[in-house]
């Protein structure tokens, strides 16, 4: 992701996005998005999936915002965890779900589903990193063991890593022993500590956009994110 970061979100769905988003207006305007419902207070320490904890929590709005409950829970657990291991950053749930709206349609794409576990099957891997179609060219860093691809990158998971990000950053959220980036708790929290050491204060307005840049390289993508996170900031689907 710090190169050129393409995953599933590339240059036509952008486009198809751009097209949905407008047909929602009004959306706020506000940079950075809202952060939406509040979250209660949770034990971001307990053993296992702590994001159950949040159940209710999402159960009461994942009608309102169209996305399901275990995602919305490993969104908010994400933003939990960084609200006190890193509380000068600030990020919202609404900004993770934004991003994995335009990524996986939270962890949905091409008829992929969460388990109770947050576990996305079947795995989401995006197209070969191999310098065509506007993707940056990104030979292979794992071995092929995240993407199954010897010769390029893919970006994996409902979050959309590239392999090399990903074993740098990834952390265990769920508590079963196992950094996964196909498991929905997994990804939103490495995404949400990727985006708070890129982008610093995500309460402002310059730190929110430095992350999102950090994230995919792309001035289209970031408004995207932005209106998605908007929409769900005000309980809205988007």
């Avoid at 706020?28 to 999936?49: E, K, W």
């Avoid at 275990?70 to 657990?77: S, T």
């Avoid at 994996?156 to 590239?162: D, K, T």
């Avoid at 950094?179 to 939103?188: G, L, R, S």
Wanted: proline letters at 6%.
């Amino acid at each position: 992701m710090s190169v050129q970061k393409v995953g599933i979100a590339a240059a036509v769905a952008i486009t198809v996005l751009l097209a949905g988003c407008s047909s929602l207006a009004p959306i706020p305007d506000d940079m950075p998005p809202g952060p939406g419902v509040p979250l209660p207070a949770i034990d971001v320490d307990a053993p296992g999936r702590a994001s159950a904890q949040l159940a209710d929590w999402a159960d009461e709005q994942s009608g309102a915002v169209g996305i399901e409950p275990v995602a919305l829970q490993a969104y908010g657990y994400a933003a939990a965890v960084l609200a006190k291991s890193k509380p000068d950053c600030g990020i919202a749930w609404t900004t993770i779900a934004g991003i994995a709206s335009v990524e996986s349609a939270h962890g949905t794409h091409r008829g992929a589903g969460i388990d109770a576990a947050g576990n996305v099957r079947p795995p989401i891997i995006g197209v070969a990193l191999d310098g065509t179609n506007n993707n940056a060219e990104i030979r292979d860093t794992d071995k092929g063991r995240l993407d199954n691809d010897t010769t390029y990158d893919r970006a994996v998971g409902p979050l959309q890593f590239i392999p090399e990000t990903w074993q740098r950053w990834g952390v265990d959220a769920n508590g079963d022993g196992v950094i996964d980036p196909q498991n929905i708790d997994d990804a939103a929290l490495t995404a949400a500590r990727y985006l708070c050491t890129r982008g610093g204060n995500l309460t402002s307005a310059d730190g929110w956009q430095r992350a999102l840049f950090a994230y995919n390289q792309s001035n289209k993508y970031m408004h995207v994110v932005r209106d998605r996170a908007a929409l769900y900031s005000i309980g809205r689907r988007a």
